[in-house]
């Protein structure tokens, strides 16, 4: 007979794979193209905001990625998760993770990287964990020449007005006609990221 104690213990250690496994794949499902795969993993009302997109449905993401990978190429993502919360039916799940694309901008090759936490609600429906919102909690980045000795073609006083948590990237969406509201959630603003955080956990607890 198993141990209750171990029952319930069996069932935390389940669910937090089956989000772990859910954040991985959605993003997984995103590099490679695979967009059966990537929406599935979101639920119909998802809320979803990125340096590019700020919108609600998980249909209306996926064609917008289809669209903006078609335009931009392929960035990747290396994700981690790391923290998950769960209280019944819904959850919270938190993952380090990397963004990295290499592009050429006004004739030079750069590779870019940024670092970052994915940071979702999930809902169960029917036994399976769904993609209630995806936000990107900046850290920092940051821009090189894929050859040594070439000059980025960037200005300096430019970069310094922008946010230290996503500069880079807000500026290499800027050369693809995009323009990034630098009121994103980052590290360098700490009260707003608190706030953040404990709506999440009114939203998880049923208390707000």
């Known amino acids: ?8 213990r069996l069932a935390a250690l389940l669910d ?12 997984f499902a995103r590099d490679q193209r695979l967009f059966d795969v990537m929406r599935d993993c979101f639920h119909d009302d998802a809320y979803v905001r990125t340096t590019w997109y700020d919108g609600h449905g998980g249909e209306a993401y996926v064609e917008a990625t289809k669209t903006w990978m078609g ?35 006004e004739g030079v090759e750069v590779d870019f990287h940024a670092y970052c936490r994915f940071f979702s609600r999930a809902v169960r429906e029917e036994g399976r964990w769904k993609l209630m919102s995806f936000e990107v909690l900046m850290e920092r980045d940051e821009l090189r020449p894929v050859h040594a000795g070439e000059v980025l073609p960037v200005d300096a006083a430019q970069l310094a007005e922008l946010r230290p948590s996503y500069r880079f990237i807000t500026w290499i969406q800027s050369t693809r006609g995009v323009t990034v509201s630098q009121d994103l959630l980052g590290d360098d603003r700490p009260a707003e990221l608190d706030a953040f955080h404990k709506g999440e956990t009114a939203w998880l607890t049923g208390t707000g």
């Open 1 to 8: 007979m198993v141990n209750p104690d171990h029952s319930e």
């Open 71 to 105: 335009r931009t190429g392929n960035s990747k993502h290396w994700v981690f998760p790391a923290y998950a919360r769960v209280e019944g039916d819904r959850a919270t799940v938190e993952s380090p993770a990397k963004i990295f694309n290499r592009t050429t901008v």
């Open 16 to 27: 937090r794979e089956e989000l772990f496994d859910l954040a991985r794949r959605e993003r």
